[in-house]
């Protein structure tokens, strides 16, 4: 009986200490991408406010990109002047960002891209 308790000391040992490894870096991974996500959700929802008024202010494609600009800078996100476009056809507001984020994740770096857009078109 004692023989039989000696070699199956350690497995469970092992397997606790691996689950545990494997939960620390899901937590950490989070750590380090969930801000990211946060950024780009809310400046999705910037965008989608700046399509929405940009017709009703008159505002030319100019304008609009320097809003989009000034709102990617405010949420500390890596986009220039060149990634944006904007697209006005009859006070239909239509933007387009492309940018990508890398994630320093010690073993790896994790390039996230992303294309948020957004429109002032009705559904009808």
Request: glycine share 2%.
């Amino acid at each position: 009986m004692k023989t039989r308790r000696n070699r199956e000391a350690g497995k469970g040992r092992l397997k606790a200490i691996v689950w545990t490894v494997i939960l620390v870096a899901f937590i950490y991974t989070t750590a380090m991408v969930l801000p990211i996500l946060v950024n780009e959700y809310q400046f999705q929802d910037a965008l989608q406010n700046i399509a929405r008024f940009a017709s009703v202010n008159r505002q030319n494609s100019d304008l609009i990109s320097k809003d989009v600009l000034a709102e990617a800078q405010k949420e500390d996100l890596p986009v220039e002047a060149a990634d944006i476009k904007v697209v006005s056809n009859s006070g239909n507001i239509h933007i387009n960002v492309d940018y990508s984020v890398t994630v320093d994740l010690k073993v790896y770096q994790w390039t996230l891209n992303f294309h948020p857009a957004a429109s002032n078109a009705s559904l009808l």
